[in-house]
């Protein structure tokens, strides 16, 4: 997120006494260390969708991509309502990372490769696109829609010694 640093409440219903609230700081470390999110979008009847999706932070956001036909993409087309969840299986340590947020496309051919970039800086080989239009593109996978993560909400929960919920209200950070 560009601007001004985001400052979290720690919320005491979900937290352990004298918890105190996790830094914006330690959010963003905790989304460099994942590889794999799972991102969650809404279906046209109204049931939830989710998957495991490779990202990157690129210019102060996240990005996912999905292929045009996927139903990430279809869901999407209805609603740009949709999570972002980075979590670990461990219940005695760590931060899990929650986004509710609405995915923009990126269609702009310079901000589509600088996502291309991200991703080979990122994972290297295993992830390499190509531009073509206002889409990334892929030998194994074809076109794909470049999205732009742009949080509402974040929730960072504190494992360990001491279990905290903290909440980051960013929704008047990307009003215009």
């Known amino acids: 997120m560009d601007g001004p640093t985001p400052i979290g409440t720690i919320d005491p219903r979900y937290s352990m006494p004298g918890a105190a609230p996790t830094p914006w700081a330690d ?35 996240v990005h996912v991509t999905t292929g045009v036909d996927e139903q990430k993409a279809r869901n999407l087309a209805h609603i740009d309502a949709c999570l972002v969840s980075v979590a670990s299986d461990a219940l005695d340590e760590g931060l899990d990372v929650v986004m509710e947020a609405r995915a923009e496309q990126v269609t702009d051919t310079l901000a589509l490769q600088a996502i291309a970039k991200a991703y080979i800086d990122r994972y290297g080989d295993f992830f390499r696109f190509g531009v073509d239009g206002d889409h990334l593109t892929s030998d194994e996978g074809g076109a794909a829609i470049a999205l732009r993560i742009v949080p509402r909400t974040v929730f960072a929960f504190g494992k360990g010694e001491a279990f905290s919920q903290t909440r980051f209200d960013l929704a008047d950070c990307h009003r215009a």
């Open 27 to 61: 959010v963003l470390a905790r989304l460099d260390r994942a590889q794999v999110a799972l991102f969650a979008t809404v279906r046209e009847d109204g049931r939830p969708h989710a998957t495991p999706v490779a990202f990157v932070w690129h210019e102060g956001a």
